[in-house]
């Protein structure tokens, strides 16, 4: 084996290595239903470019896009965020800090036990990085319900219909999720909080799609 072969070799390992998992899945079905970028694109309006760089571990989607992904390829959305979501299984874990990672503007969020098969229900564990309410930020706005309950810190609830609702470790609250809403921490520290939300046909209007 030559300098050149070694040196191609190692570029292959170390993109390999930086793909996250959602780019690693979405290599291993293209490669399993022998689909093109292109034809991946086609499929999900994500351009073909953003793909490339997905699979590279070049660049990463926002949860909404990841949603958009699945839905163009007839997938539920834990197949993406979970290579192992193909198998059958009636329990789920996630040790703390090792689900998949999001960020936004005004909160990160990491995503909980999507390894069970044909899941089409979200559970997250989100902190809220807002400590001020953005009324020129889009609402938060996706179909279904949401059911919240606030880990540590104090959160502020906005919605489009009512007056905002303030929320202290211990407290839940469920409501309507296509209604528009925003997450404030109150005081210093970042709230936390779970989320559980439907996952089918998900699309946060809040999120802008990479391309």
Known sequence: MGKGDRTKNTKVTDDARAANPIGK????LRKEHDWTLAEVASRTGISVGTLSKLEHGKTDLNFSSVNKLANGLGLPVTDLTNPASSLQGRRAIT?????VMFEASDMSYEVL??????HRQGYMK???KSHAFDPDLPWHQHKGQEFLYVLSGRLELHTELYQPVQLKAGDSILFDSSMG???VSLGRKDAEILISMSLEGYRNVSDALES
Do not use: E, K, P
Request: positive net charge.
């Open 25 to 28: 899945r979405l290599r291993q």
């Open 95 to 99: 040790i703390g800090g090792q689900g």
């Open 113 to 118: 036990c999507s390894d069970v098969a044909n």
């Open 126 to 128: 989100v902190v809220v």
């Open 181 to 183: 809403h925003h997450y």
